[in-house]
DNA sequence: GACTGAGACGTTATAATATTACACCCGTGA
DNA sequence: TCACGGGTGTAATATTATAACGTCTCAGTC
């Protein structure tokens, strides 16, 4: 229920799952949603704990893998310095985005466009990019 | 990589301590030299391993306390994406270093400039970057 | 309807990574 | 001497993640 409500980020990712003629599974659905619900990096364990409101259900493998599943698409993002997930509103491509968190409220900030570094080694091709900014947001500098 | 007894890196470590007047212990010199003689990112659990010729000695706090330390001096640093270490041969200050690592052969080059993000969300200041690159080396491409 | 193959999920166990808490030792300086 | 602090030893545990294998369901097919 309340489905109603549901955010502009669920729906691109339903749409987005039909072009790719993937599934968005209720489990899958719930933790994009958990995952979108939360301001700021989510752990893994706590998604595990928002999934069990009934017993038995929900081991690791069931938030792993619906994890897997979301970042494969690009609707959320491992942040690796802490082990922890965001959302995505840009359901962009699966390429990486620059990340910017702030170290007193915990919020998630996302831009586009990878920075050029400013030198690559000598032939050095790029696949995939992690790049996180820790520091002070300005809501939280004012 | 080298494996002199003496490295300039090992070198370069004891002048950096003597200067900022911290002691590279036995343990700590140890971990750096483990470190630096490997080819790629080493995990803290295969230092433990290595760390451990004689028995009891060498429990996890021990290669996380050592690794803290060079860590905070900047002479190694983190690769989040995979929970490993690397050697920094450039004793640069600790801020941050620009890797990029080679999926195919595991080495690690390292760059220095930050490179300016392409834009910084309003008001947002950086005190720490994690950048990494994964892809493949010029070496192995050829 | 029954068979089959693929994908998603359930379940158990365990691996891998990291930290907490407290005790001990040892050198320095009061 | 004594207290103190830094570094280390040790046990226990917390946190994060994966392996291995079984089951269920659904679509396509016979």
Redesign the interface.
Known sequence: MSRDSTSPALHAAETLCDEKGERLTPIRRRVLELVLEADGPVKAYDLLEALKPGPGSAKPPTVYRALEFLLGLGLVHKV??LNAYVGCSHSHDTGGA?L?I??DCGSV?E?H???????????????????????????C??
């Open positions: 690796e310095a620059e910017f702030c170290s900030q831009c466009g990878a920075p050029a570094s400013t030198q690559t080694p000598d032939g050095f091709i790029i696949e995939r990019s992690v790049v996180e900014h820790f520091g002070h947001c300005g809501n500098r004012s």
